[in-house]
């Protein structure tokens, strides 16, 4: 009989990433969180640190989260597998910008990338309890000019408010977008490129 395929967990509850995780034919779990536990990150700060660099940040989130999730792997006995965790933000006059707090600030983030240029950051970082690795994506992204009403209309679906930025590429706001550079599935919130590198160079995953 075949082999099993092998499989990962994944530690983000992202329908974004398990989709994208999907299209490449990567097998995992989704690395669940217990009661009380609540979103990608409950055992992680994701504060930036005094006059860090988007760089630096975005990384440093993505391996704390993969060595917090291979934590949960070994408090819970479960079958040791990888652990892949990503972490995305942009990046807008040197400010690193994450998810909005609330309608108004999804308002305020987005009338600032109105008719810009800005840069999103996609790290991730995958950990199997013996050594860790990491890698970032950096594209670029051009909004063009926004109404006040289509600033209202889109805060108003609700897809702004669980986003780096307040837009997601692959809903409504891809009406917004006049170019990238970069990479498309990174600016979803999972590099497809670098994570299937990291997977078979790193972890000997045949894809």
């Known amino acids: 009989m075949p082999s099993s395929p092998p499989r990962i967990y994944l530690a983000s509850t992202s329908p974004r990433r398990r989709e994208l995780l999907r299209q490449i ?3 995992f ?3 669940t969180f217990r009661g009380g536990e609540r979103g990608d990150d409950a055992d992680v700060d994701e504060t930036p640190l005094p006059d860090e660099a988007v760089e630096h940040y975005v990384e440093r989130i993505a391996l704390t989260k993969a060595e917090a999730g291979w934590r949960r792997v070994h408090w819970r006995k ?3 597998r990888p652990v892949l965790a990503a972490d995305t933000t942009l990046e807008l006059d040197g400010e690193i910008i994450g998810k909005p707090r609330d309608m108004a600030e999804a308002r305020a983030i987005l009338g600032r990338l109105s008719g810009r240029s800005h ?3 996609t790290a991730i ?7 860790i690795r990491s890698s970032l994506s950096v594209s670029d992204v051009r909004f063009r000019t926004l109404s006040a ?3 209202r209309h889109y805060v108003l679906t609700g897809e702004p408010m669980d986003k780096a930025g307040a837009y997601g590429i692959q809903g409504k706001a891809a009406i917004f977008i006049q170019e990238i550079r970069g990479s498309y599935s990174s600016i979803m919130g999972l590099p497809l490129f670098e994570t299937a590198q990291l997977l078979e160079e790193g972890f000997g995953y045949a894809l």
């Open 119 to 121: 840069r999103v950051l």
């Open 29 to 31: 779990e989704v690395l």
């Open 149 to 151: 009403d289509d600033i």
């Open 25 to 27: 034919g990567v097998h």
């Open 78 to 80: 479960l079958p040791r």
């Open 125 to 131: 970082a995958i950990s199997d309890g013996t050594h």
